[in-house]
C-alpha cells in the first residue's frame, strides 16, 4: 500500500468563509465553506482514495480488505474496523458556535458513537482573532444555568488571541468555539457529536434559530477552570517533535529543511501527515506521493519505512 491521498468531503456551515480556497486551494464553490473533512471513517462521510491504483477505493472498503496492515494490530484490536480519527481543516470566517463535546461514556450511552477529544494547530489567524476555551473561573452548574437565561453566557468564558502555529488540546467536557478569522488544522476521535449551547442568536438560510442541546449538555460540561489546554511543544528542525500524547492519538510536528527518513517498523499504528506549510514527497515500501499545504497523507502501518524527500515543510504526523 503506498501513500494515500484522498478527495476533501467539503461542508458549507454558516460561518463558513474562502480562505479553504484561498490558501489552501481546495476546490470548494460555495463562499460559506467551512470545513474539509480529510480523513474520514464517519457514516455517510467515508473518505475516496484520489491517488494510484486504489483511486476511488473507500477507506472503509480498504479497511474491510486490508484491516490490520493498513491499521496496525494494536489498533484493530481497541477500534476493529472503525478509523478511529477524523482530519479537518476548518476556516471560521464567523465565530462558531459554544459547544462542548461528551466523553467517550456518555457518547456511548446517548448516541452510541465515540467521545470527540481534539486537538487544534492555528494554521492562519487574522489580527486580533481568539478562541474561546473553557471558562475564565470555576462556575457552578446553576451560575451556568442562570448565564444561559440572562444572556450573559460570554462573561464567563476565557477568551484568547491566537498566532500561526499555536496549539490547543481540547479535551471532552470543555467549553469551546473557534473565533472569526481562524484557519486550523483538526485532529479529533471520529465522532460527529457536538453539544452546542450558544449560537449568538443567528439564523440559518432558512431564517431558523439552530438547534441547541442545553439539557443535554448540562451534565457533560466540566465547569471548572483549567489551564491545561495550551500545548507548549518544542520545534527542532529536522526531527520529530511531541506536541500532544493523549490515548486517543499522538501527533508529532515537523519542521523540515531537508529529507529525512523514518525506521516505522516497530509503529504498528498507520501514520497520517497533514501538511501545514510547504511541500514535500513521502514514499513508503511501495510508492510514493506529493504533498503541499492543505494536503492530508495516509501511509499504511505494514510499511516498513517512511521516506519524506523536501527543501521546506511542515508536517503534522499522527499515529495511534
Not at 498507520?270 to 511541500?279: A, D, E, L, N
Given at each position: 500500500?503506498?501513500?494515500?491521498?484522498?478527495?476533501?468531503?467539503?461542508?458549507?456551515?454558516?460561518?463558513?468563509?474562502?480562505?479553504?480556497?484561498?490558501?489552501?486551494?481546495?476546490?470548494?464553490?460555495?463562499?460559506?465553506?467551512?470545513?474539509?473533512?480529510?480523513?474520514?471513517?464517519?457514516?455517510?462521510?467515508?473518505?475516496?482514495?484520489?491517488?494510484?491504483?486504489?483511486?476511488?477505493?473507500s477507506l472503509q472498503e480498504l479497511i474491510a480488505k486490508e484491516g490490520g496492515q493498513l491499521l496496525g494490530?494494536?489498533?484493530?484490536?481497541?477500534?476493529?474496523?472503525?478509523?478511529?480519527?477524523?482530519?479537518?481543516?476548518?476556516?471560521?470566517?464567523?465565530?462558531?458556535?459554544?459547544?462542548?463535546?461528551?466523553?467517550?461514556?456518555?457518547?456511548?450511552?446517548?448516541?452510541?458513537?465515540?467521545?470527540?477529544?481534539?486537538?487544534?494547530?492555528?494554521?492562519?489567524?487574522?489580527?486580533?482573532?481568539?478562541?474561546?476555551?473553557?471558562?475564565?473561573?470555576?462556575?457552578?452548574?446553576?451560575?451556568?444555568?442562570?448565564?444561559?437565561?440572562?444572556?450573559?453566557?460570554?462573561?464567563?468564558?476565557?477568551?484568547?488571541?491566537?498566532?500561526?502555529?499555536?496549539?490547543?488540546?481540547?479535551?471532552?467536557g470543555k467549553i469551546h468555539a473557534i473565533g472569526a478569522g481562524v484557519l486550523l488544522a483538526e485532529i479529533?476521535?471520529?465522532?460527529?457529536?457536538?453539544?452546542?449551547?450558544?449560537?449568538?442568536?443567528?439564523?440559518?438560510?432558512?431564517?431558523?434559530?439552530?438547534?441547541?442541546?442545553?439539557?443535554?449538555?448540562?451534565?457533560?460540561?466540566?465547569?471548572?477552570?483549567?489551564?491545561?489546554?495550551?500545548?507548549?511543544?518544542?520545534?527542532?528542525?529536522?526531527?520529530?517533535?511531541?506536541?500532544?500524547?493523549?490515548?486517543?492519538?499522538k501527533t508529532n510536528f515537523m519542521e523540515l529543511t531537508e529529507g529525512i527518513q523514518q525506521d516505522v517498523?516497530?509503529?504498528?499504528?498507520?501514520?497520517?501527515?497533514?501538511?501545514?506549510?510547504?511541500?514535500?514527497?513521502?514514499?513508503?515500501?511501495?510508492?510514493?506521493?506529493?504533498?503541499?499545504?492543505?494536503?492530508?497523507?495516509?501511509?499504511?502501518?505494514?510499511?516498513?519505512?517512511?521516506?519524506?524527500?523536501?527543501?521546506?515543510?511542515?508536517?503534522?504526523?499522527?499515529?495511534?
Open positions: 500500500m503506498y501513500p494515500l491521498k484522498f478527495k476533501p468531503i467539503l461542508k458549507e456551515r454558516l460561518w463558513g468563509g474562502t480562505k479553504l480556497k484561498d490558501v489552501l486551494s481546495k476546490p470548494i464553490e460555495s463562499d460559506i465553506t467551512g470545513e474539509s473533512w480529510e480523513l474520514s471513517g464517519v457514516d455517510g462521510d467515508i473518505s475516496e482514495i484520489s491517488n494510484g491504483p486504489l483511486e476511488g477505493t494490530k494494536g489498533v484493530v484490536e481497541r477500534f476493529g474496523t472503525d478509523f478511529p480519527i477524523l482530519i479537518k481543516f476548518i476556516d471560521a470566517k464567523q465565530d462558531l458556535s459554544i459547544q462542548l463535546h461528551p466523553n467517550d461514556e456518555l457518547a456511548k450511552k446517548r448516541h452510541d458513537s465515540f467521545g470527540k477529544t481534539e486537538m487544534w494547530y492555528i494554521m492562519d489567524a487574522d489580527p486580533g482573532a481568539k478562541l474561546i476555551v473553557g471558562f475564565n473561573k470555576d462556575v457552578e452548574k446553576e451560575e451556568y444555568i442562570e448565564s444561559l437565561k440572562e444572556n450573559t453566557l460570554l462573561d464567563l468564558l476565557n477568551y484568547e488571541e491566537v498566532k500561526e502555529g499555536d496549539t490547543f488540546f481540547i479535551n471532552t479529533q476521535q471520529t465522532s460527529d457529536i457536538t453539544y452546542r449551547v450558544f449560537d449568538f442568536n443567528r439564523k440559518d438560510k432558512n431564517g431558523n434559530l439552530r438547534e441547541l442541546h442545553t439539557e443535554l449538555a448540562l451534565d457533560a460540561i466540566d465547569y471548572t477552570k483549567k489551564d491545561d489546554f495550551k500545548v507548549n511543544y518544542p520545534s527542532d528542525k529536522n526531527v520529530a517533535n511531541t506536541m500532544v500524547d493523549c490515548p486517543y492519538f517498523s516497530n509503529r504498528d499504528s498507520f501514520t497520517i501527515y497533514m501538511c501545514v506549510g510547504g511541500s514535500a514527497t513521502i514514499s513508503n515500501d511501495w510508492g510514493n506521493a506529493q504533498i503541499r499545504k492543505g494536503e492530508t497523507i495516509l501511509v499504511s502501518a505494514s510499511s516498513q519505512k517512511i521516506d519524506i524527500e523536501t527543501d521546506g515543510a511542515k508536517l503534522l504526523e499522527v499515529t495511534i
